[in-house]
Structure formats: structure tokens, C-alpha cells
DNA sequence: ATATTAGTAAACCGTATGGTTAACTATAAT
DNA sequence: ATTATAGTTAACCATACGGTTTACTAATAT
């Protein structure tokens, strides 16, 4: 019954936290190292990099090395299928936010 | 730096997990109890009710009781913003999409 | 009145998460 | 050759997650 997407499941488990959201958003700005990622965060660079970790498993984050230093890039495909699977339930929201359903809603009280 | 959004972190949470995406599935398709949300699935009931609460607590979900049962429905409206939080890199993955860019991303291997 | 059904609560368990510190490797700069 | 920089690895810690079983309450049906 359950319809197994891990790559769903890592997705959405890496946009749960607001560092690695922060780190995206960062991101998205344009490519960066580690550290230059890591500077805005108050924590350590090995937690940073663990964050970094969850993101590239869930092929968020491609990295490449480049001398001592490391190349992060934005991979954007999977926030695509992450969008595309909330937006199911477009109609249900669209639908919900008229004043009807909102009185059903509050009949839930 | 790190904008805190709890209710998007919740969101994103509870949408990590293919039982609860399955359940949320289930709503769409109308309102339910509880026995019934856990039927198609493999688990004890209070393993299913654990679910529900993380459901709930993100406000994917309202419970109403009624007599012995209890009657859940989806709300969606955190999707709503899930979704919009997400389409802020739509111009990104739309980029990434072109051949320029696979190429780019290619030379990250 | 009793038995069944629907749901809840509590205690427990193994594993994952999110952080730390300390010690290390590899590259670059002086 | 030495030092500094960028990143990595390992060990550890507290808490959360996803499940279990067992025992319970509350409502309904017979």
C-alpha cells in the first residue's frame, strides 16, 4: 500500500532543518566551499559537514574538490519531484481556503 | 542567518515519511478514522496514532472525536506553504534542466 | 450486564539525528 | 622546511524517531 520513494523520503528529511535549508538558500546565491558555507552558522565545521552529508545523500549538493578546498553546487531536480508530489493537492488547498470549507474547518473545534 | 520556521521544519518533517505520505493520500481521498488511516498498513495501531500526532502537531491534519471514533481530515494548508518554499528554486531547476547545464553538472564527476 | 470495538497511554528498544571535541590529512603559502 | 588553511575522521553524547507489547478507557452492540 505504501508507495516506497526514498528518494522522496531523503528530500523532504533534508528540507526539515533550517541550517541545511539556510545552506541551500546560500546556494542558490551560487557556489561555495565548505567553510564559506559554514561561516553564517553557529556551530562547528564537522556539524556543518554533516549537514552538507544529508544534503549530497539526498542529491541535493554536488560537491567536487578542487586543491584543499571544496565545491558545493545546488542540484535542483529533487526539490522538482518534492514540488511536484506536494502539488497533488493543489485543488485540496485552493478548495479549502474559500469561506465553506473554512466554516467546516472551525466545525472541527 | 538561519531563518527559523518551525512550522516549515514540521512540515517537512512529517511529509519524510512514506506512512504518512500514504495516509495523507488517504485523506485526499475524504475523511477517515483512525482504524481505518491504519488498515492498509503493516503496523500496530498505536504505531499508526504516532504517526497521526506528527501529522497533527505539523497541522497537516484535524481530528475531531465522534463517539468512540475519531474522524481525521487533511488540512492542507502547510502544504501550501511547503510548496511555495520550494518554488523559490523553480527558476533554478528550469535552468539546470538545459543542456549547458547538464553539461556543467556532468564535470562535476 | 456483558462483550466488542475504537482508541489511548506507558514502557521499552534499536537506530538515527544533530551536535560536540580532538586528532588527523592534504594542499598552499612563506 | 615550516606554518597555516581547508577539510575529514572518529569517538562521544543527548535526544528524537519509528516501531513494539501490554494494559487501559470509553462508547456501542447484544
Chains 1, 2 share one sequence.
Request: positive net charge.
Amino acid at each position: 500500500m505504501v508507495n516506497y520513494n526514498r528518494r522522496l523520503d531523503a528530500t523532504f528529511a533534508a528540507l526539515a532543518d533550517p541550517t541545511r535549508r539556510a545552506i541551500l538558500m546560500a546556494l542558490m546565491r551560487g557556489q561555495s566551499t565548505v567553510s564559506e558555507l559554514a561561516r553564517p552558522h553557529r556551530m562547528s565545521l564537522p556539524a556543518v559537514m554533516k549537514h552538507l552529508g544529508v544534503l549530497q545523500r539526498a542529491g541535493l549538493v554536488s560537491q567536487k574538490k578542487i586543491g584543499r578546498s571544496r565545491r558545493c553546487r545546488l542540484v535542483a531536480r529533487p526539490l522538482k519531484n518534492a514540488e511536484a508530489w506536494i502539488s497533488q493537492y493543489r485543488a485540496f488547498w485552493e478548495k479549502q481556503f474559500d469561506s465553506l470549507d473554512r466554516y467546516l474547518t472551525e466545525s472541527d473545534k
